[in-house]
Every structure is written in structure tokens, then in C-alpha cells.
């Protein structure tokens, strides 16, 4: 039986630490998260390898150095209340929930959805609400949002987000083509209309599809107008 605990220590030290990653809360949630609990058995031996893995609905679970940039660049405090958007396994989800007050994570495949719920339950995970539907819509009747955080990339920040936003909170999500690779940008909302974004390197992920995003896999060229 492998030592998961050593495992995910061995995970945080040279995949996340080594490589600039230094919030407290987030490496300290990284390191109770169990990453094997969130991948299919047939890849579990690869839980905490240092790459994506594959999990149903042709979706994935990131790679972990991303999760944790994704969540340091969030920048994320205990009171704040966060918008996924691609629940896919619920491991990020899982993460989150050890550092903020609840989070809302929406995933528009139903069966990924009921499985992430199940497993987010069975590790107590009570502060986390996983919503079936189209998440480029955002969550209109729970906003705003101290921080959204996107596991799918756009052809450009949704109206809907950038509306759900509230002032002084951040948006982290992947900007650019359905098939990689995409900018990871941070957008913070300063004021009603004003938004400042940053860009925080090259990624490549899942499409975000939806009314406010692509309308199909592999859609670059038929993207609505923001």
C-alpha cells in the first residue's frame, strides 16, 4: 500500500514550494487535500504525480502546481465566498473549502457533478454547494463574489463574471483558443467599470462551453461577442 501522507508532503516540497508557490493557507489545505480520493482507481499510483490526469466526460484534474497558482494567485481569505466554474472532480473544490468561508461550484456535465458532490460529502466537506448548469452564466442569485476561479478557458472573461465580481475581489481564469495554449490571467474589479488584469503565464486547459464561452469543443471560430 503506497503512503499517500509522504506522498502529497513530497508533492507540496518539490512541485509546489521548489517552484514559488508560498501562501500558507493554500499549502497547508494542498497538503490535508487527498488528491487519490478525486482521480479514477486505474490512475490513483499517479495521484500525485506531477502532471494532469484524465477522469470521465473527457475532462481532467489539473495538474497540482496549477491548482495551487490558480488559488495563491486568488489570492483567498477565510471569510471570502468563491465561484467555480468546472467542478470536474471536486479536488480544487476540496482545496478551497479548507481556506474560505463556502464555495459555489458549478459543472455542466451531471454525472461529474453528483460523483464530485459524493466525494466532497464523504471527506466533510459541508461548506462546499455543487450546482448542475451553464457556469459561463455564473451563479446570478449568490452573487457577488469575493473570487471566481475558472477550471476551462474562454475566448474572454464572461459578462456574467465580470458582473458577479464584487469590488476588490479576483477572477482567475485561462484566455485563448479551445485547443491551447491559453494566457492564465487575474482580473481584479477596482470599481463598477473598472477592472485591472494581469497575466500570470501560458496554460492549457479544457474549453469553457457555454452561452458565454465556445459553443462546442474544438470552436475557435464561433465564439458569441462578449
Not at 490558480?70 to 489570492?75: E, N, R, Y
Not at 473544490?93 to 461529474?112: D, G, K, N, S
Not at 446570478?140 to 465580481?165: H, N, T
Request: hydrophobic share 40%; glycine share 8%.
Amino acid at each position: 500500500m503506497q503512503d499517500y501522507e509522504d506522498l502529497r508532503e513530497n508533492m507540496v516540497q518539490r512541485q509546489l514550494i521548489d517552484r514559488g508557490v508560498h501562501d500558507p493557507a493554500v499549502l497547508a489545505a494542498m497538503r490535508r487535500v487527498p488528491r487519490h480520493a478525486f482521480v479514477p482507481d486505474n490512475t490513483r499510483a499517479l495521484a500525485y504525480d506531477d502532471g494532469a490526469l484524465p477522469i470521465e466526460c473527457g475532462q481532467t484534474i489539473s495538474q497540482p502546481y496549477i491548482v495551487a497558482l490558480m488559488l495563491q494567485s486568488a489570492m483567498l481569505r477565510p471569510s471570502d465566498r468563491v465561484l467555480e466554474i468546472g467542478t470536474g472532480s471536486g479536488y480544487a473544490a476540496a482545496v478551497m473549502a479548507r481556506i474560505v468561508q463556502v464555495v459555489h461550484t458549478v459543472e455542466r456535465h451531471e454525472r461529474l457533478a453528483l460523483k464530485a458532490r459524493e466525494q466532497l460529502q464523504r471527506l466533510g466537506c459541508d461548506n462546499v454547494i455543487v450546482h448542475v448548469d451553464d457556469g459561463t452564466l455564473g451563479l446570478p442569485s449568490r452573487a457577488p463574489f469575493d473570487a471566481i476561479v475558472a477550471a476551462a478557458s474562454g475566448p474572454y472573461v464572461p459578462p456574467a463574471w465580470r458582473e458577479q465580481l464584487a469590488i476588490g475581489g479576483r477572477l482567475i481564469m485561462p484566455v485563448g483558443p479551445s485547443s491551447g495554449p491559453q494566457h492564465l490571467i487575474r482580473l481584479w474589479r477596482e470599481a463598477d467599470t473598472d477592472y485591472r488584469e494581469q497575466s500570470l503565464g501560458m496554460v492549457a486547459f479544457v474549453p469553457l462551453i457555454g452561452k458565454q464561452a465556445w459553443h462546442s469543443e474544438g470552436d475557435n471560430d464561433h465564439a458569441p461577442n462578449p
